[in-house]
Each structure stands twice: as C-alpha cells, then as structure tokens.
C-alpha cells in the first residue's frame, strides 16, 4: 500500500514531524495570547469607589475600582503565564518556577483579602519557601549531573563533607 503523499509537493510526510503534532500546542499558544491581551481589562472598571449597578453596590479600599483591577490583573497575568511555563516545561529546573508563582499567589491573595499593602508582606512566606525549594532543585541538579559524569552519590557526599572555605565553595557551585 502506498504512503499518503503532500498534494501540494507530491513528497511523502516525515513520520517524525506528524507524529508529534498535536493540537494541544495550538490551545496553549491561543491561551497565552488571551492571558496577555486580558492584562487591558483593568480598563473596563470604573474609576469610583463605589460601583453601582441595578444588581449590586460594591465598595473597594483601594480608591477605585479601576485601581484595584489593575493590581489584580498585574498578579494574574504573570501567575498564569508562569503556570503555563510550569506545565509546559520538560526541562529539570522547571520546579525553580515555584518560587515566582508562589510570589505572585501570595500577593493576588493579599489583594482579594482587601490588604492595601501590596508586595510587602510576602517575602515572610516566600523565604521558607525558597529554603526548602533551591536546595531540592540543585540536589536534583546534583544527581542529574552525577549521573551524566559518571560519579556515584558516595563520592558527592564525600565532597560535601571535606572542609572548604568560601571561595572553593563558590568554585564547586559551577563545576
């Protein structure tokens, strides 16, 4: 039986190119395009403190309606962008990406509880965080590479071990 042939170059299609198409890259470009062109929607609020409308009256502590869309479409932009690249990444590092969308979480959530006092108070949670998170990231640099050069994890322990001072510390950081 003959290959499906391209009617327009009469060549046979490389297994290897419609193999991997899928259309779930098509919805996760469409869906990135809207995230960025939904940051506008700010925009669309009212520049008052009190909105009315026949179905509701709301209040805001930020000043305005328009300010407070502003702040939160400024943290659910980013926090959506970076899930997309979280989900979406192959590369080992891609947990490192927890860190600012943790950030962004953390500030979108002070902002729907009504703190006026925006990026401030964060950096207390991020820090556990970031403590418990880079040093998993680069253990698993570590044995990745390990893996690669051909060591076992008893001569990288060892390593670890042996007394350094802080400039051949730095060194090894790069190797």
């Given at each position: 039986?003959?290959?499906?042939?391209?009617?327009?170059?009469?060549q046979?299609?490389d297994?290897?190119?419609?193999?991997?198409?899928?259309?779930?890259g098509?919805?996760i470009?469409?869906?990135?395009?809207?995230?960025?062109?939904?940051?506008?929607?700010?925009?669309?609020?009212?520049?008052?403190?009190?909105?009315?409308?026949?179905?509701?009256?709301?209040?805001?502590n930020?000043?305005?309606?328009?300010?407070?869309?502003?702040?939160?479409?400024?943290?659910?932009?980013?926090?959506?962008?970076?899930?997309?690249?979280f989900?979406?990444?192959?590369?080992?590092?891609?947990?490192?990406?927890?860190?600012?969308?943790?950030?962004?979480?953390?500030?979108?959530?002070?902002?729907?509880?009504?703190?006026?006092?925006?990026?401030?108070?964060?950096?207390?949670?991020?820090?556990?965080?970031?403590?418990v998170?880079?040093?998993?990231?680069?253990?698993?640099?570590?044995?990745?590479?390990?893996?690669?050069?051909?060591?076992?994890?008893k001569?990288?322990?060892?390593d670890?071990?042996?007394?350094?001072?802080?400039?051949?510390?730095?060194k090894?950081?790069?190797?």
């Amino acid at each position: 039986m003959d290959k499906p042939t391209n009617k327009l170059t009469d060549q046979v299609p490389d297994p290897q190119f419609t193999d991997k198409y899928s259309p779930r890259g098509g919805w996760i470009v469409l869906l990135i395009a809207i995230v960025t062109l939904s940051f506008y929607l700010y925009k669309s609020f009212p520049d008052t403190e009190f909105w009315e409308t026949p179905f509701f009256k709301l209040r805001t502590n930020y000043g305005s309606w328009f300010t407070y869309a502003w702040y939160v479409t400024s943290k659910v932009v980013p926090l959506t962008l970076l899930l997309i690249w979280f989900f979406t990444c192959k590369h080992w590092w891609h947990w490192i990406i927890i860190a600012p969308i943790g950030m962004y979480a953390f500030q979108l959530w002070s902002i729907i509880r009504g703190n006026t006092a925006v990026d401030e108070i964060e950096l207390i949670y991020i820090i556990p965080m970031m403590m418990v998170l880079i040093p998993a990231v680069y253990l698993v640099r570590a044995k990745l590479f390990a893996k690669i050069r051909g060591k076992d994890l008893k001569a990288f322990e060892e390593d670890l071990g042996k007394p350094q001072n802080l400039w051949q510390q730095i060194k090894d950081l790069f190797q």
